[in-house]
């Protein structure tokens, strides 16, 4: 294995609640109210879909908001990994990686292990320079048990809900969070800073119409099946803690430009990152707070305000 390289769950595709489109000559995201997956093909146009995309948007009246996955290990934090990064909006390199304890810091001498006081106490990530970045690995559909689509984020309520969710169903499945049914959904959300209109963010839940103990049944069932068939799971886990620790950062200078391009606008007059709620509200258009309070009362019973 090559020393310095991060080893990461392979990737047939992306996951996004935006896009980047092209508007006077500049890219800049734009938010969404559904779920979009492309492949790792990209054009002058952007990334183009792929083949699920259409497919799973079949029964859900066009607007793709929820997606059945399974998860590829039952460590929580080796299907999320969050931490604050900083990246070079030149180059593209990620320069800082911390856990508000420690980070990994490519300075002059190479790379250093420092204290990490978070961004509000950092003099480096002055200007709202490093954010917290979370990457989500999951499998959609039976072809590749191995490969994923990755979801990445800097939202505040997408990065907490989703470490809490799998925490939580970790520890309810006996250790078995790669065998649980679930499935992403997007949710929506009202503050006061959004002045009443919704913004967006993933959350992870059991699939839809399975009750909690059907899915801990079903989560009990394919372990078994697995085990007897020879699947060792907690050496799949360890090969990928391996594979992450290989490597000082996750992300390398061909997908930090990606990243920089959807979440870290250059210039101060470009909109935040997607799921930036100031520029949510500022933005958002009154039919389609009407759509999402629909889609939520559907789904949910009510709207989560808060």
């Known amino acids: 294995m090559l020393k310095g390289l991060a ?26 109210d559904q779920f979009t997956l492309t492949s790792q093909v990209q054009n002058r146009d952007g990334w183009l879909l792929h083949p699920l995309n259409e497919e799973l948007r079949h029964g859900q009246d066009g607007k793709l908001r929820s997606i059945p996955i399974h998860l590829l290990f039952n460590e929580p934090d080796l299907n999320f990994r969050a931490d604050y990064s900083f990246f070079d909006r030149t ?19 190479g790379i250093q292990t420092l204290p990490c006081p978070s961004p509000d106490g950092c003099s480096l990530a002055q200007g709202h320079a490093c954010k917290p970045y979370g990457r989500l690995n999951v499998v959609i559909g039976d072809d590749d048990p191995l ?5 990445r984020t800097t939202g505040f309520n997408s ?6 969710r799998l925490q939580y169903f970790q520890a309810i499945s006996g250790n078995r969070l790669a065998c649980l049914p679930l499935e992403l959904r997007l949710r929506g959300k009202s503050t006061r800073q959004s002045h009443g209109t919704p913004i967006f963010y993933v959350d992870i839940t059991v699939r839809s119409g399975l009750s909690m ?15 007897a068939s020879g699947f ?6 360890r090969a990928a803690r391996q594979g992450f620790n290989n490597g000082a950062f996750e992300d ?11 979440f870290f606008p250059k210039a101060e007059d470009q909109p935040s990152p997607i799921e930036s709620q100031a520029q949510l509200a500022a933005s ?13 009362m559907r789904h949910n019973g009510k709207a989560t305000v808060e």
């Open 7 to 32: 080893i990461t769950p392979p990737v047939l595709g992306r996951i996004s609640i935006g896009k980047v489109v092209e508007k006077n000559g500049k890219r800049l995201p734009e938010k969404d």
């Open 91 to 109: 180059s593209g390199r990620p320069l800082c990686v911390g856990n508000g304890d420690t980070c990994k810091r490519l300075t002059k001498d």
């Open 147 to 151: 490969g994923s689509f990755v979801f």
């Open 159 to 164: 990065i907490r809900t989703l470490a809490a």
């Open 213 to 227: 103990e059907d899915a801990l049944l079903a989560a009990k069932q394919l372990d078994e099946a697995r085990q």
């Open 232 to 237: 060792d799971q907690p050496a799949l886990d």
């Open 252 to 262: 390398s200078e061909e997908d930090s430009g990606v990243i920089i391009e959807e």
């Open 284 to 296: 958002a258009k009154p039919s389609l707070a009407h759509k999402l309070e629909s889609q939520v």
